[in-house]
């Protein structure tokens, strides 16, 4: 039950977006989107708004749970929002450690880069990615420690991730943009489109 051998030619948006999750909660997900109440759902899930809108301020809210969580990792180098990074690919993704050659040493360089988006998501999405972030100051990898130690931050953290990869499916789809990779089938007129929370009209 646990691998989905599904050969459709091209997965559909929540396949994507939720690529190695159970294929009745794909499903559901594609449902939701299909019927444009992804907005709605995740407005109900997710109504909390939080006020952290600079790096300085991301700085002062990571390092609160650094301390609350992770005293004795090392000290943070840099904490900010970075408008180039995208989220599934390469935060929720597959890991790069960034490392620095310095004559013969290797350094690490602890940092936290948030992608910009989290500026306007819900509270406890940015509390999701940042205790994901964190996690990443101990594992490396996305393995067992490393999500034990997000559940312990975040007891909620699993679905929140779930609800994360809902999110960031419908920014994409509100926002139709052409640079989200291969050619998808766009969304069809249902009879309007969902609500956009702070989307563009019609040009
Ligand atoms: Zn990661």
């Known amino acids: 039950m646990t691998s989905p051998h599904l050969a459709s030619p091209s997965p559909s948006p929540a396949a994507r977006f939720l690529a190695g999750y159970a294929p009745e909660l794909i499903s559901q997900a594609e449902t939701l989107r299909l019927e444009g109440r992804l907005g709605d759902y995740l407005a109900r899930r997710l109504p909390e708004p939080h006020q952290v809108r600079s790096d300085a301020a991301l700085f002062d809210y990571v390092q609160a749970l650094k301390t609350r969580h992770l005293r004795n990792a090392e000290p943070l180098q840099h904490v900010g929002f970075d408008a180039k990074l995208r989220v599934l690919q390469q935060a929720l993704g597959t890991h790069t450690r960034r490392t620095q050659v310095q004559g013969s040493r290797l350094k690490m360089r602890r940092e936290i880069r948030i992608a910009s988006l989290f500026r306007e998501a819900p509270a406890a999405l940015l509390r999701m990615i940042v205790v994901h972030e964190l996690a990443h100051l101990r594992e ?37 943009g052409p640079s989200a990779g291969p050619p998808q089938a766009g969304p069809r007129p249902l009879g309007g489109p969902p609500d956009v929370p702070g989307g563009r009209g019609a040009p």
Request: with cysteine.
């Open 140 to 176: 490396l990898d996305h393995n067992k420690a490393f999500y034990q130690l997000c559940q312990h931050m975040e007891p909620d953290y699993a679905q929140l991730e779930f609800d994360l990869r809902l999110y960031l499916m419908h920014a994409e789809e509100s926002k139709c």
